[in-house]
């Protein structure tokens, strides 16, 4: 019999998520129940995966008043939801749970969950996606064989992408700390949950420094508006100009832009027409230095590790793609990663370029599709090895590094220590 899973929040992520277990595990699992407050979602998703009237639930309310109906959970609503609805979910007894990051940008919520889960048996795995990308599992492979020795430092750098920095973090859904979280939980906490894995030690102690440097109204130039299409007359040479970004631009951005239909429109196919009129009239038509935007588009975190190692990690909104690259240095060699390509070098030995099985396509989607693979593995029975699984309880990790960061930031860089909390 199929295992049967719900999905609570029909956005990008739950229908990404929804559609690669359909086309990669459809004979072991199906989705059983749907529910999300916007009823256009319910009426858009629920058809393509034959999810029935009587199983389509318009809150969360009426979903987890039906107990438990479902053999796992996937919740994939926005950040500020996670806690409340996961805490829910666990309380009505399901046992095995997907739930998007962040988990929260307030410590006692995520530390109260992970409790939580500890004493109701419950699997609560966050989608810290990269850990499940083969480029990542190989550079954590070799860590752990030894070959580069022990880690002294790790030089990582999220490289977000103009044009991505400017549809989520200026006009767009994580733009404001206090609707979502700040930057460097929301964009990075993907970036310390990796430094914290590969380091296999506790974090000690936490700099920071960084700013909402560039998108904001001082730096609008003279003759532009608050809206795009609002008679701007210096679009033609803003790389921001949500006309161009949304419609005209070429391929690669094209294809994130595109990805982003649905929140601009609210609506899963949608025609040019309905970008255009949520260009004109909605958040993603304002020009980017005139938004209501407050998080930080640059920031670097130094951090001290128990085992004597530290890290740097440079985020920042600027670059022209979004990649990530990463210098791991240990006591025998190196490793220097640029998201897809790998670079092994020994010291007084041989340098190597490590090639990982992976479709061309960046570790996120590749990490998306496996985090897939390995949850329906686990509801199918498969829980012999959950050690490298990012479980509520190695989240906490990222998440207080993450917090610490933005504590030492907002007070000048000064050192904040990183508190152990079990
Ligand atoms: N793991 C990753 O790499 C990754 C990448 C991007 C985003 N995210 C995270 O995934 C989450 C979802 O992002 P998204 O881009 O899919 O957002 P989205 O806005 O496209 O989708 C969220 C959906 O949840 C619904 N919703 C909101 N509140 C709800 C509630 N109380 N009950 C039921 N439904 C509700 C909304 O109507 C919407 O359909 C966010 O927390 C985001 O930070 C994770």
Redesign the pocket.
Known sequence: MKKKISV?????????YMGFLKAFHSSRVEIHAL????QQ?LDDISPKFSVPKERQ?I??ES?FAQGVISDALII????A??Y??AKQAILTGYKLILL???VSGIKEEYISLRNLARENKTLLIV????RYSNYYGKIKEIITSGQIGDIVTINHTENVGYFHFAH?FVRG??RNEFT?TPSIL?KCC?DLDLIAWFMNSPCVSVNSVGSLNFFKKENAPAGATPACMGGCKVKKNCPYDAESLYITDPFYKAKFIKYMG??LT?KASNSKKDIKDAIKNGDYGRCVFMCDNNVCDNQLVTMTFENGASAVLNMNGFSDKMFRECHIVGTKGELIGYGTKLKMNIFGGKSKTIHTFSPNIGG?VE??IR?VSRFVKILCGDTKDLTDITTIDATVASHNMALAAEESRKSGGATVFVKDDE
């Open positions: 609570i929040g029909l956005g990008n992520r739950g229908t990404e529910c999300d407050i916007r979602a639930f809150s969360t979903f994939s609503t926005q950040d939801s996670h409340e609805i998007e990051k962040p989608c810290h996606v990269l989520s859904n994580w979502s929301a993907h649905r929140t609210g996120h990490g998306d985090l």
